[in-house]
C-alpha cells in the first residue's frame, strides 16, 4: 500500500533545501562582504602608515650671530642650510654632486629653520664644543621625499642601480647620515596641520578638510530645513492631490541623476548666470544641497510616513489645527527617521567629488580658507589630485587621506545610529509616561 504522505514529504524536504540552500548563500554574501572589506582596509592602513611619520636630517648650523640675525627678521636661512650640509660631506666639491646633496633635503628647509630659529629654542642654548660667537645649533630639518621615502623602504637600494630612485653615491651619503645618527623619523603633524604642497614631503590634508566642512555646512544649512519644510508640506498638506504625485515622481527622478549633472548645473547657473566666485565652499555647498536635497526629502516623508494615523487623528479630535498636528505631534515622532536621512545625506555629500570638479575646486590651494568665500579644494578632490601626482611619495598621502575620509564617514553613519536610538528611547518614555 503506497503511503499517501509521500509526497508531501518529499516537498516539505525540498522547501527545507531551499531554505538551507538560500541562508548558506545570504551567509556567504555577508562573509564575502566583510572580508574585501577588511581587504580594503588592510590595504589603505599599509599603504598610508607610511604618511604619519617623516623623516628628519639633523644639521649643525651656525654662527651664533647669523642665528641672531635670522630672529631679528634677516640673515640668509638658505646658505646657512647649504654650509652646514656641505659641512657634513667636506669631500662632495662638485657642483652636480652638491646640488644632488642638497636634494636630500626638502625645498622649504631654509624656511623650516627660519620659523625654527624664530620660535624654537633661543640662540644661546648652543652645543658645548661651539661656545661663543661662533658656536652652532644642531636643527632637525624635514629631509626630502626620496630619503623619506628609502627610510621608509620602499626603495630597494640592492637592486642596480639604473632601476632605482637614487644613485649609489646618494646611497652612500644616506649610510653615512645614518651611521652619524644624523637621520631620525618622527610623528608627521604637517599631514593634519598643513595644507597642499606640490612637495609630497610638506603635504597636509587641514586646507582640503577646512573646505569639506565649510562645503558640509553650507550645504546643510540649505538642503536639510529646505528638504524637511519640503517633505512636510508634500505628506501632511498636499497628501492626494494631483499635483503633488507629480511632484513626488520629478523628486524620485532627480534623486537617480548623476552627481556630475548636479556640478554641470553649477557652473552654468550659479557661477554663469549669477556670477559666484569659483572655488569656494559657499559654491560647493550650494551645488551639494541641490544635489542632496530629493534624498532629504524622500527620507523625511518615509520618516513622517511612519508616523501611526491615529496620533495626528487624535490631536485633530482634540482640537488641534493641521498646523499643530504635524509640528507638535508628526514632526517630533518623526524626528529620529528625519535626522537620520539628513545626516546620511551630508556623509553622501561629503565624499562627493565630481559636482566639485566641474565648479573648479580641483585647483591647488595650499592655504587653509578662513570663511566660505575664500578659495578653497575639498578632501575627496584632494584625494583625486593626489592619486594623478606622478611622485611615489603621493601614493601613502592618497592612502592616509583616504582613511580620515572613512573615518569622518562611519562618525557620521554612527552619529545618526545614536541620534536615532536616543529620540526612539525618548519617544517610548513619552508614551510610558
Not at 548623476?258 to 554641470?264: A, E, H, K, V, Y
Amino acid at each position: 500500500m503506497s503511503d499517501p504522505f509521500s509526497g508531501v514529504r518529499l516537498n516539505l524536504g525540498r522547501r527545507h533545501l531551499q531554505d538551507r540552500f538560500f541562508q548558506w548563500a545570504g551567509g556567504s554574501a555577508i562573509f564575502l562582504s566583510l572580508v574585501f572589506l577588511a581587504l580594503l582596509l588592510v590595504s589603505l592602513v599599509h599603504l598610508g602608515r607610511g604618511a604619519i611619520w617623516k623623516t628628519e636630517i639633523a644639521l649643525d648650523i651656525g654662527p651664533v650671530a647669523q642665528m641672531a640675525d635670522v630672529q631679528q627678521g634677516a640673515g640668509n636661512t638658505g646658505k646657512m642650510v647649504r654650509e652646514a650640509m656641505f659641512a657634513l660631506f667636506p669631500d662632495v666639491i662638485g657642483r652636480a654632486d652638491r646640488r644632488r646633496l642638497l636634494s636630500l633635503l626638502s625645498p622649504d628647509a631654509q624656511l623650516e629653520l627660519a620659523a625654527a630659529l624664530r620660535n624654537g629654542r633661543p640662540v644661546g642654548q648652543h652645543r658645548a664644543e661651539g661656545a661663543g660667537v661662533g658656536g652652532k645649533l644642531q636643527v632637525w630639518l624635514t629631509a626630502s621625499d626620496t630619503l623619506d621615502m628609502v627610510e621608509k623602504g620602499a626603495v630597494d637600494l640592492n637592486v642596480p642601480e639604473e632601476r632605482r630612485l637614487v644613485s649609489d653615491r646618494e646611497s652612500g651619503w644616506i649610510r653615512q647620515l645614518e651611521e652619524n645618527g644624523a637621520i631620525r623619523r618622527v610623528f608627521n603633524t604637517g599631514f593634519f596641520v598643513s595644507g597642499d604642497s606640490r612637495e609630497p614631503e610638506l603635504a597636509g590634508i587641514l586646507s582640503a578638510l577646512v573646505g569639506s566642512v565649510l562645503s558640509l555646512f553650507v550645504c546643510f544649512v540649505l538642503s536639510v530645513p529646505v528638504g524637511v519644510l519640503a517633505a512636510i508640506h508634500l505628506e501632511e498638506f498636499s497628501s492626494g492631490r494631483r499635483w503633488a504625485g507629480l511632484v513626488e515622481v520629478f523628486i524620485n527622478n532627480l534623486a537617480a541623476v548623476p552627481s556630475i549633472i548636479f556640478g554641470l548645473l553649477g557652473l552654468s547657473v550659479l557661477l554663469g548666470t549669477f556670477g559666484l566666485p569659483r572655488s569656494t565652499p559657499l559654491v560647493g555647498g550650494m551645488v551639494l544641497a541641490l544635489m542632496s536635497l530629493p534624498t532629504i526629502v524622500i527620507s523625511s516623508r518615509a520618516a513622517l510616513r511612519s508616523v501611526p494615523l491615529s496620533i495626528r487623528e487624535a490631536a485633530l479630535a482634540l482640537g488641534a489645527t493641521r498646523v499643530q498636528t504635524s509640528f507638535h505631534h508628526v514632526v517630533p515622532l518623526a524626528l529620529p527617521g528625519v535626522l537620520t536621512g539628513a545626516i546620511l545625506a551630508m556623509a553622501r555629500a561629503l565624499g562627493e567629488t565630481a559636482p566639485l570638479l566641474m565648479i573648479g575646486m580641483v585647483a591647488f590651494i595650499a592655504d587653509v580658507p578662513s570663511g566660505p568665500l575664500d578659495a578653497a579644494a575639498s578632501l575627496p578632490v584632494q584625494i583625486f589630485l593626489w592619486a594623478d601626482s606622478p611622485e611615489r611619495a603621493f601614493v601613502e598621502k592618497t592612502a592616509a587621506a583616504i582613511l580620515v575620509l572613512l573615518v569622518l564617514l562611519v562618525a557620521m553613519n554612527l552619529l545618526a545610529i545614536l541620534l536615532r536610538r536616543h529620540f526612539e528611547k525618548r519617544f517610548k518614555e513619552t508614551r510610558g509616561a
